[in-house]
């Protein structure tokens, strides 16, 4: 089993920064593509940004790119550095990891483990 901890979400003004961490433990060795996700309240989970096993390929919604970068340093912990927040960027944010899948991933369903979330308020 793998387990996923976020951490690095509070509330932000508009236009500032802020830095969501990911952290790995567990089975490790066995994950491939990484990805966040974010749920607004009264909305569907929506895809955010992918990595694939190599970190050398990254994919982000359109609504975040140019904002929003994902990283990651060691197969333990993975990023989202959020600059410009908008308003609209208000969520719980979930970091996800696959088992199956080598290749960024935007599918919720290509997942195989989720952290519990963490709650980013932007305010204007």
């Known amino acids: 089993q793998v387990q996923l901890v976020e951490t690095g979400g509070r509330l932000a003004q508009a236009g500032g920064s802020l830095s969501l961490s990911c952290a790995a433990s567990?089975?490790?060795?066995?994950?491939?593509?990484m990805g966040w996700f974010r749920q607004a309240p009264g909305k569907e989970r929506e895809f955010v940004a992918t990595?694939?096993?190599?970190?050398?390929?990254t994919l982000y919604a359109d609504s975040v790119k140019g904002r929003f970068t994902i990283s990651r340093d060691n197969a333990k912990r993975t990023y989202l550095q959020m600059n410009s927040l908008k308003p609209e960027d208000t969520a719980v944010y979930y970091c996800?990891?696959?088992?199956?899948?080598?290749?960024?991933?935007?599918?919720?369903?290509?997942?195989?483990?989720w952290g519990q979330g963490t709650q980013v308020t932007v305010s204007s």
């Open positions: 990595m694939d096993w190599s970190a050398s390929i």
């Open positions: 567990g089975r490790i060795f066995s994950l491939y593509a």
């Open positions: 996800a990891a696959s088992s199956r899948n080598r290749g960024t991933s935007v599918g919720a369903q290509r997942y195989d483990y």
